[in-house]
Protein backbone atom coordinates (compact mmCIF):
# COMPACT_ATOMS: atom_id res chain seq x y z
CA UNK A 1 0.00 0.00 0.00
CA UNK A 2 1.02 3.36 -1.06
CA UNK A 3 1.69 6.05 1.57
CA UNK A 4 0.78 9.00 -0.42
CA UNK A 5 -0.18 10.24 -3.82
CA UNK A 6 3.58 11.72 -5.29
CA UNK A 7 3.25 15.74 -5.77
CA UNK A 8 2.43 17.01 -9.26
CA UNK A 9 5.10 19.02 -10.68
CA UNK A 10 3.98 22.26 -12.68
CA UNK A 11 6.13 22.04 -16.09
CA UNK A 12 6.99 25.59 -17.40
CA UNK A 13 5.47 27.52 -20.06
CA UNK A 14 7.24 27.90 -22.81
CA UNK A 15 9.39 30.82 -23.55
CA UNK A 16 7.55 32.00 -27.02
CA UNK A 17 3.96 30.99 -26.99
CA UNK A 18 3.47 30.97 -22.87
CA UNK A 19 1.82 27.71 -22.78
CA UNK A 20 1.93 24.80 -20.84
CA UNK A 21 1.23 22.11 -23.02
CA UNK A 22 3.60 23.05 -25.39
CA UNK A 23 6.23 23.59 -22.80
CA UNK A 24 5.70 19.87 -21.28
CA UNK A 25 5.96 18.93 -25.31
CA UNK A 26 9.13 20.50 -25.75
CA UNK A 27 10.36 18.25 -22.65
CA UNK A 28 9.45 15.14 -24.40
CA UNK A 29 11.15 16.13 -27.14
CA UNK A 30 14.25 17.10 -25.03
CA UNK A 31 17.15 14.36 -25.20
CA UNK A 32 19.98 14.13 -23.06
CA UNK A 33 18.71 17.88 -20.81
CA UNK A 34 19.40 19.85 -24.56
CA UNK A 35 16.29 21.85 -23.97
CA UNK A 36 17.84 24.67 -26.48
CA UNK A 37 17.71 21.64 -29.33
CA UNK A 38 14.52 21.13 -28.54
CA UNK A 39 13.14 24.37 -28.62
CA UNK A 40 14.99 24.79 -32.14
CA UNK A 41 12.74 21.27 -33.16
CA UNK A 42 9.25 22.22 -31.78
CA UNK A 43 9.40 26.17 -32.97
CA UNK A 44 10.90 25.12 -36.46
CA UNK A 45 7.85 22.99 -36.68
CA UNK A 46 5.92 25.21 -35.61
CA UNK A 47 6.83 27.59 -38.43
CA UNK A 48 6.51 25.22 -40.97
CA UNK A 49 3.15 24.42 -40.11
CA UNK A 50 2.61 28.32 -39.90
CA UNK A 51 4.11 28.28 -43.59
CA UNK A 52 2.28 25.48 -44.98
CA UNK A 53 -1.11 25.53 -43.47
CA UNK A 54 -1.37 29.38 -42.75
CA UNK A 55 -3.34 29.28 -40.23
CA UNK A 56 -2.28 29.85 -36.15
CA UNK A 57 0.55 26.88 -35.79
CA UNK A 58 -0.76 26.81 -31.67
CA UNK A 59 -3.78 26.02 -32.46
CA UNK A 60 -3.30 23.29 -34.50
CA UNK A 61 -0.61 21.99 -32.23
CA UNK A 62 -3.46 21.84 -29.34
CA UNK A 63 -6.18 20.46 -32.19
CA UNK A 64 -3.48 17.68 -33.09
CA UNK A 65 -3.07 16.71 -29.36
CA UNK A 66 -7.01 16.40 -28.67
CA UNK A 67 -7.67 14.76 -32.35
CA UNK A 68 -4.73 12.11 -31.06
CA UNK A 69 -5.93 11.96 -27.66
CA UNK A 70 -7.05 8.07 -26.31
CA UNK A 71 -10.70 8.07 -24.42
CA UNK A 72 -10.27 4.26 -23.48
CA UNK A 73 -7.61 1.94 -23.11
CA UNK A 74 -6.87 -1.68 -21.82
CA UNK A 75 -5.24 -2.50 -18.91
CA UNK A 76 -3.91 -6.18 -18.53
CA UNK A 77 -5.18 -7.20 -14.96
CA UNK A 78 -4.24 -11.24 -13.96
CA UNK A 79 -7.75 -12.76 -12.37
CA UNK A 80 -7.67 -16.52 -11.03
CA UNK A 81 -4.40 -17.21 -13.65
CA UNK A 82 -5.96 -15.69 -16.83
CA UNK A 83 -4.89 -12.40 -17.60
CA UNK A 84 -7.76 -10.15 -18.98
CA UNK A 85 -7.34 -6.65 -21.23
CA UNK A 86 -9.80 -4.74 -19.05
CA UNK A 87 -10.93 -1.58 -21.08
CA UNK A 88 -10.69 1.81 -18.45
CA UNK A 89 -11.60 5.22 -19.73
CA UNK A 90 -8.39 7.58 -19.68
CA UNK A 91 -8.30 10.62 -17.72
CA UNK A 92 -7.90 14.13 -19.67
CA UNK A 93 -3.89 14.11 -18.47
CA UNK A 94 -3.10 10.72 -19.18
CA UNK A 95 -4.91 11.29 -22.77
CA UNK A 96 -2.77 14.16 -23.47
CA UNK A 97 0.23 12.61 -22.12
CA UNK A 98 -0.27 9.33 -24.12
CA UNK A 99 -1.45 11.49 -27.68
CA UNK A 100 2.17 13.90 -26.89
CA UNK A 101 4.34 10.56 -26.64
CA UNK A 102 2.62 8.70 -29.49
CA UNK A 103 3.21 11.74 -31.82
CA UNK A 104 6.96 12.26 -30.94
CA UNK A 105 7.39 8.48 -31.27
CA UNK A 106 5.94 8.32 -35.18
CA UNK A 107 8.26 11.47 -35.53
CA UNK A 108 11.13 9.80 -34.50
CA UNK A 109 10.62 6.66 -36.16
CA UNK A 110 10.83 8.27 -39.83
CA UNK A 111 13.72 8.50 -41.75
CA UNK A 112 15.14 11.03 -44.58
CA UNK A 113 14.04 14.10 -43.25
CA UNK A 114 14.89 16.77 -40.23
CA UNK A 115 13.35 16.06 -36.90
CA UNK A 116 10.97 19.62 -37.08
CA UNK A 117 10.12 18.52 -40.98
CA UNK A 118 8.72 14.92 -39.41
CA UNK A 119 7.32 16.55 -36.50
CA UNK A 120 5.59 19.59 -38.25
CA UNK A 121 4.13 16.15 -40.57
CA UNK A 122 3.09 14.61 -37.88
CA UNK A 123 1.12 17.74 -35.79
CA UNK A 124 -0.38 18.55 -39.52
CA UNK A 125 -1.37 14.77 -39.86
CA UNK A 126 -3.34 14.73 -36.31
CA UNK A 127 -4.31 17.83 -37.01
CA UNK A 128 -6.43 16.56 -40.26
CA UNK A 129 -7.67 13.32 -38.18
CA UNK A 130 -5.27 10.99 -40.57
CA UNK A 131 -1.63 9.05 -40.37
CA UNK A 132 -0.17 6.95 -37.65
CA UNK A 133 -0.87 8.43 -34.96
CA UNK A 134 -4.64 8.73 -35.29
CA UNK A 135 -5.10 5.11 -36.40
CA UNK A 136 -3.10 4.20 -33.40
CA UNK A 137 -6.12 6.01 -31.06
CA UNK A 138 -8.30 4.25 -33.12
CA UNK A 139 -6.89 0.46 -32.65
CA UNK A 140 -6.59 1.58 -29.25
CA UNK A 141 -10.48 2.32 -28.84
CA UNK A 142 -11.12 -0.78 -31.05
CA UNK A 143 -9.03 -3.08 -28.75
CA UNK A 144 -10.95 -1.63 -25.80
CA UNK A 145 -14.69 -2.33 -27.59
CA UNK A 146 -13.57 -5.91 -28.16
CA UNK A 147 -13.17 -6.16 -24.54
CA UNK A 148 -15.74 -4.68 -23.15
CA UNK A 149 -17.54 -7.95 -21.87
CA UNK A 150 -14.30 -7.46 -19.32
CA UNK A 151 -15.17 -3.93 -17.89
CA UNK A 152 -16.71 -5.51 -14.94
CA UNK A 153 -13.04 -6.40 -13.67
CA UNK A 154 -12.27 -2.64 -13.61
CA UNK A 155 -11.66 -1.24 -10.17
Do not use: C
Not at 56 to 66: G, H, N, S, T, Y
Not at 102 to 128: C, H, P, S, T, V
Amino acid sequence: MRRRKAEKRVALPDPKFNSKVLGKFMNMIMQSGKKSLAENIVYGALEIIKERMGSDPLEVFKQAIENARPLLEVKSRRIGGATYQVPIEVSAERGQFVAMQWIKDFARKQKGKAMKERLADELMNAYKKEGPTIKKREDTHRMAEANKAFAHYKW
